[in-house]
């Protein structure tokens, strides 16, 4: 079992930091019915690992804006993932977890997650962009908590040498507190309330009474069960 640090970039970790983007790239996007092809992403990464583009790197290390946290998981001295996270004036951003493919399915994308709830605004909603295809993706932030917005959109950064975009989607996870357990909350502070005033019936505890305690016991347990579940997830 490999043991994973989540650790800051260092400067003399650009070229396995550019060898994690170009393999996770290579891995994912290649896509026939969005018409990007395997050339498409060596030719977004044909000056990768150019000493020029390597030094900006480096000097870009000690220059994160206090907004910006990008972290790197080390097995040894190897880095095999990264993850950019950004506070927005509005919204917080989990911009980036990419993972190189032999490591996929070890808790790493979990370990960054976590590292990232730490250092957003807690009381702000979290966004991530994702490519519409990229299934396995989709599927990790959904069982995050995250959901579709519906928003569809390209970027002109991401614009192919062929002329293909990446489609993509935003999903979103939401900080405020779940309405449903709200209600439920109140539900049962007013039951409780009215089981009070008749459990001294003289003539014993009537249909209402019944009724009123399982409705609070199965709103208790709706609300313990899905904060548990959002405790797990994150």
């Not at 702000?124 to 599927?139: G, L, M, S």
Request: charged residues 25%.
């Amino acid at each position: 079992m490999k043991t994973i640090i989540i650790d800051a970039p260092r400067p003399e970790d650009v070229s396995d930091i550019q060898t994690v983007f170009y393999k996770t790239w290579l891995a994912t996007y290649p896509n026939e019915e969005a018409g990007i092809t395997r050339e498409d992403i060596e030719d977004k990464f044909k000056d990768a690992f150019s000493e020029e583009t390597l030094q900006k790197r480096r000097e870009s290390m000690s220059k994160f804006p206090d907004n910006i946290q990008v972290r790197v998981a080390r097995d040894g001295d190897r880095v095999v993932g990264i993850s950019r996270s950004v506070k927005r004036s509005d919204v917080n951003q989990l911009q980036t977890i990419y993972v190189l493919p032999e490591y996929q399915g070890q808790g790493i994308g979990h370990m960054f997650w976590k590292e990232s709830l730490q250092f957003f605004n807690d009381k702000k909603d979290i966004i991530v962009h994702v490519v519409t295809y990229n299934q396995p993706a989709i599927e990790f932030y959904k069982k995050l908590g995250f959901v579709d917005t519906g928003k569809r959109f390209t970027e002109e950064r991401h614009m192919m040498k062929s002329g293909a975009f990446f489609p993509e989607m935003e999903m979103t996870f939401k900080r405020s507190k779940n309405p449903t357990v709200i209600l439920f909350g109140v539900v049962s502070l007013i039951l409780s309330r009215i089981f009070f005033l008749f459990i001294n019936d003289p003539e014993g505890p009537n249909l209402l009474v019944v009724v009123g305690l399982v409705l609070i016991i199965f709103s208790l347990c709706y609300g313990i069960l899905y904060l548990w579940k959002r405790n797990k997830l994150s």
